[in-house]
């Protein structure tokens, strides 16, 4: 079982910055792919960017060039660096961990908002 807790998420004006971070336990955080997902109230959930054990990182076109995920396994945390934001970011973020070896073993966080408007 792995336990994820996001933080970073609030409000920001267009154009800023924000950091997201999901602090990982319960497990061995180098062993999963780690993930950043945002959702709109009555829309899918869909992947903002991933990074996987070997550091290979993949971004939705949306976010490419603005966003940045990385990775820390002493500490088991993933950070998603926001950029140049824009009000369609807007959504609540769930980070997401996979193990590299089984597709049983899939956890999410509880999500926190971000909120981008003047």
Not at 3 to 20: N, T
Not at 75 to 82: F, G, N, T
Not at 86 to 91: C, G, I, R, S
């Amino acid at each position: 079982q792995v336990q994820l807790v996001e933080s970073g998420g609030g409000l920001v004006q267009p154009g800023g910055s924000l950091r997201l971070s999901c602090a990982a336990s319960g497990s061995i955080f180098s062993l999963y792919h780690m993930g950043w997902y945002r959702q709109n109230p009555g829309k899918q959930r869909k992947l903002v960017a991933s990074i996987t054990t070997l550091l290979t990182t993949n971004y939705a076109d949306s976010v490419k060039g603005r966003f940045t995920i990385s990775r820390d396994n002493a500490k088991s945390m993933v950070h998603l660096e926001m950029n140049s934001l824009k009000p369609e970011d807007t959504a609540v973020y769930y980070c997401n961990a996979k193990h590299s070896m089984s597709k049983k073993y899939d956890y999410w966080g509880q999500g926190t908002q971000v909120t981008v408007s003047s």
